[in-house]
């Protein structure tokens, strides 16, 4: 939920539901936008606070999310295999342009 859904978020300091709520659907397509939302909403907590600390664990788990399980698919058929997103890493069956 953001600020504008739960305006009452603004008057008081961040709760580890608060953050357990903008991890809720986090796929890979919203991994990014979601890693931001947690950072600012965490920003100003103090080392240690629960919320910081479940914020900090989500943060890593959305950029593994966002990054590191990215799957642009095989080759198939008659098809090259899609480049990685990843800079520098080319499928072995793609070429430097991504074409086979």
Known sequence: MSEFEEPGRLEREPSVEDVRQLMGASTPHFALHLRNRIRSLIAGLPEGHPARVEGER?????DEVAEGSERRGAQGNDEPAMPSLRAGHVPESAGPSGAA
């Not at 989500?58 to 959305?62: F, K, M, Q, V």
């Open 58 to 62: 989500e943060i890593a788990r959305l």
